[in-house]
């Protein structure tokens, strides 16, 4: 079973798509903020991320960029959520897989994580 990680500093956001992805077959664990997925990627790399943007400490974009340099951590496809309008082409820059404005469509979501986990999920 694939696992992906859900990195959102809104409890009621982790808690929703939890379920979503658990209902959807998928290994879930979550994260309040990029501090707490960073020592969860380093002990259990996820199969993908499901990042907010907008988050204390450090934003996803942030986040994202310090995955990609580090060479210790594999390839971890990264579907960037916000509610921004803004971002999207920054989000591609940093190699993301996918770009979800919320509120969150159902349907969007769980096409993207099929497609970059087909052989898994």
Do not use: C, W
């Not at 971890?76 to 509120?103: C, Q």
Request: hydrophobic share 50%; net charge negative; no cysteine.
């Amino acid at each position: 079973m694939a696992t992906v990680m859900v990195v959102d500093d809104d409890e009621s956001i982790r808690a929703l798509l939890q379920r979503l992805l658990t209902g959807a077959g998928y290994d879930v664990v979550v994260a309040e903020d990029a501090v707490v997925a960073g020592h969860m990627v380093l002990e259990s790399p996820p199969d993908l991320i499901v990042l907010d943007v907008t988050m204390p400490y450090m934003s996803g974009f942030e986040f994202a960029a310090i995955l990609n340099a580090d060479q210790t951590v594999p390839f971890i496809p990264v579907i960037f959520l916000t509610s921004r309008e803004d971002g999207h082409d920054r989000a591609m820059a940093l190699g993301a897989v996918g770009y979800v404005n919320k509120p969150v469509e159902r349907d969007t979501l769980l096409a993207l994580v099929r497609q970059h986990l087909p052989q898994r999920a």
